[in-house]
């Protein structure tokens, strides 16, 4: 090999010794090899195909007696009182939250050992407990009066005419719901930064208007997931509402199975496949709920399903024109 006076190779030279790559060599990557990823994926099919086969072709679902079922007006009936008492067992008991975490996060001891009390009680009695003991309340108080406190009665109600079925269902679940959202609302309003506090009320802005204005709103962004959580725990919760004798969707399911013995497991599906529709609902909900209000505090939104369904479609074609170019 020749070399210029200074002991340098020439450029003629070194491009005949070591060429530049091609274009299509640089652009090509070979990814690392992951056996093991492989073989669990293939594992995980090959069971997956199996429980699907197995539904499929297993006699004993009786998938005809489960089409038979889904959309009888029984059924749906009981659908709608679950929605219904659902609906108005997260209301209230949200608003209850809301309350007590108020109360646990303000200056009176009062309120503060009240809403603690309140909190520890409920979080520790099983909610079938509260239900049952709500459904025999007319056994230790058969009127209920509001009137001066310690003297005499305004008005009286019979108990028993006001706690109905769907009655005891709603202020049993509200009840217990109103637990477990406290500590989750309290939670939200302690992740707000103390900074927003301090700039909130150096602003001059009442108590009021400073908490609905700046504080909760930030405050949901992480009470939004741990709620939501909570709401698809008190949708498969009023199944127990069964056992105060209102006929939910469960409640139904369990009726016609004693009626039809032999149709116990496909009701069984019915309301399986009922509940995954509810809670799949309350899941899409979250999300978008959640997207919106993390607009000020990420710099770019998390895709939608359909934009990672785009995504997902436009690298596939990537790929496919890079191989076919090779």
Same mark, same amino acid.
């Given at each position: 090999m020749s070399q210029s006076p200074g002991g340098a190779v020439s450029l003629a030279t070194a491009a005949a010794i070591d060429p530049p790559p091609t274009a299509a060599a640089a652009d090509r990557v070979v990814p690392r090899r992951r056996p093991g990823r492989w073989i669990a994926t293939a594992v995980v099919l090959v069971l997956l195909a199996q429980f699907v086969h197995g539904l499929a072709t297993n006699p004993f679902y009786q998938w005809d007696r489960f089409g038979y079922w889904f959309w009888r007006p029984t059924i749906l009936d009981g659908l709608l009182i679950t929605l219904q008492v659902t609906a108005w067992s997260a209301v209230l008991g949200l608003l209850g939250g809301i309350l007590l975490a108020l109360a646990r996060l303000s200056g009176s001891p009062v309120l503060r050992a009240v809403s603690w009390t309140y909190v520890w009680v409920l979080r520790s009695v099983p909610l079938i407990v509260v239900l049952l003991f709500l459904y025999n309340f007319s056994a230790l108080y058969k009127t209920l009066s509001l009137g001066v406190p310690f003297g005499p009665a305004l008005f009286t109600f019979d108990e028993s005419r006001l706690a109905t079925d769907m009655a005891v269902a709603v202020v049993g679940l509200s009840l217990n719901e109103a637990a477990y959202a406290a500590e989750v609302v309290r939670g939200g309003i302690l992740s =707000?930064?103390?900074?927003?506090?301090? @700039? @909130? $009320? $150096? *602003?001059?802005?009442?108590?009021?208007?400073?908490?609905?204005?700046?504080?909760?709103?930030? $405050? *949901?962004?992480?009470?939004?997931?741990?709620?939501?959580?909570? #709401?698809?725990?008190?949708?498969?919760?009023t199944s127990l509402v069964f056992y105060v004798s209102l006929l939910d969707l469960f409640g139904t399911a369990q009726s016609m199975g004693s009626t039809?013995?032999?149709?116990? =497991?496909?009701?069984? *599906?019915? =309301?399986? =496949?009922?509940? #995954?529709?509810?809670?799949t609902v309350v899941s899409v909900a979250q999300f978008y709920v959640e997207r919106?209000? $993390?607009?000020? @505090?990420?710099?770019?939104?998390?895709?939608?399903?359909?934009?990672?369904?785009?995504?997902?479609?436009a690298d596939v074609r990537e790929r496919l024109r890079r191989e076919a170019a090779v």
């Open positions: =707000v930064d103390q900074g927003q506090h301090e @700039a @909130a $009320a $150096a *602003l001059g802005l009442p108590r009021g208007h400073r908490f609905c204005r700046i504080v909760f709103p930030q $405050a *949901l962004r992480s009470i939004t997931p741990n709620y939501v959580n909570q #709401l698809i725990g008190l949708i498969k919760s039809y013995p032999g149709d116990i =497991v496909p009701l069984l *599906l019915v =309301v399986t =496949v009922w509940y #995954l529709i509810l809670t919106y209000y $993390a607009r000020g @505090a990420t710099r770019t939104l998390p895709p939608t399903p359909l934009q990672r369904l785009r995504t997902g479609l």
